[in-house]
């Protein structure tokens, strides 16, 4: 999803019940081709064909969950919105690998189960104020397996409820000590992916 600037600042949580109590899907991004090419270019991104345990925080409508979804064994996925949450699971009814709850993060956070072999931050950490985000990156890190990978994918342009900038939220990730494996950088977003295991994917397949 892309924030669009709104005329006066609020908090995320009147935010996002405004958003989804107007429309469905507020975000387009079922019908944006921006929304779409940048799908591809996320899935493209990752590193390793399929994933065991992925985890989606953020994940809207679910849109980007049903094209992930045939990636992974098992996707994990959340959103604060109670209606995003509604409509995602519609959306991934048919997908048994799926199953999404209604998170408020990082103190929400999956505790206790096994570890992922990918998480997916997708246009959440600028919502965040600064220890937020630096708990949110230390969750990531506690919750990532040995082989695992981390990406995020955030819109850089200012809107009125960013509370912090994308490249902000890029450093807090990137002082975690992972590998970069990918970094794609456009005027309208910054996606990065950082692994475990430093390899490139040439190197994982014996190529180099």
């Known amino acids: 999803m892309s924030p669009t600037p709104s005329r006066r600042p609020e908090g ?3 935010y996002f019940d405004r958003l989804y109590g107007a429309a469905e899907d507020p975000y387009g991004l079922r019908d944006r ?3 779409e090419r940048k ?21 809207g409508i679910g849109e980007f969950t049903v ?18 949450v509604e409509i995602a699971r519609r959306r991934t009814a048919s997908l048994r690998n799926v199953s999404i709850e209604r998170q408020d993060l990082p103190a929400d956070w999956p505790v206790g189960g096994a570890a992922f072999d990918l998480i997916v931050l997708g246009e959440i950490g600028y919502f965040l104020d600064a ?33 912090l900038a994308t490249d ?3 450093a807090q ?4 000590g ?10 309208d977003f910054l996606l990065q992916v950082w692994t475990r295991d430093g390899r490139s994917v040439a190197q994982r397949e014996g190529i180099r």
């Open 12 to 14: 995320t949580e009147a």
């Open 33 to 35: 081709w921006y929304e």
């Open 39 to 59: 799908r591809v270019l996320i899935l493209a991104a990752l590193g390793r064909r399929r994933y065991r345990h992925a985890f989606e925080p953020g994940c």
């Open 67 to 84: 094209a992930l979804a045939g990636r992974c064994d098992k996707l994990s996925a959340s959103d604060r919105s109670a209606r995003a």
């Open 131 to 163: 220890e937020a985000m630096r708990e949110l990156a230390r969750c990531c890190d506690r919750s990532l397996d040995a082989e695992g990978t981390l990406l995020a994918c955030d819109w850089r342009p200012d809107f009125a409820e960013r509370r």
């Open 168 to 170: 902000q939220v890029h």
């Open 173 to 176: 990730l990137a002082g975690l």
């Open 178 to 187: 992972l590998a970069r494996l990918v970094r794609h950088e456009e005027d």
